[in-house]
């Protein structure tokens, strides 16, 4: 999505500004994501074992298994 100049042009965008010094998170699994500016705007991307999770099963590789019918991770 980022390479394509129609999605780019077309799409909404919105934009939240937070105070200094604050903090904010997101989970975006289910949405597309760009941190387009900031004096400290990064992604970060954490890994988190099946085995770790408190609800396994409502988890995005859990959604995906079960439509699909298959095993997608070992």
């Known amino acids: 999505m980022k390479e394509d100049a ?3 042009e077309t799409t909404r ?3 939240w ?3 200094p010094n604050s903090t904010w998170l997101v989970f975006t699994d289910y949405v ?3 941190v387009l ?4 705007a990064l992604e970060q991307t954490f890994l988190i074992p099946q085995s770790a ?6 988890s ?6 079960k439509i699909t019918g298959k ?3 070992i």
Not at 37 to 40: D, I, L, N, V
Not at 53 to 58: A, M
């Open 53 to 58: 999770l408190v609800e396994p099963q409502r």
């Open 6 to 8: 129609a999605f780019q």
């Open 13 to 15: 965008k919105d934009r």
């Open 37 to 40: 500016s900031g004096q400290y």
């Open 71 to 73: 095993q997608l991770a």
């Open 32 to 34: 597309s994501h760009a």
């Open 17 to 19: 500004e937070f105070p």
């Open 60 to 65: 995005p590789l859990a959604v995906l298994q």
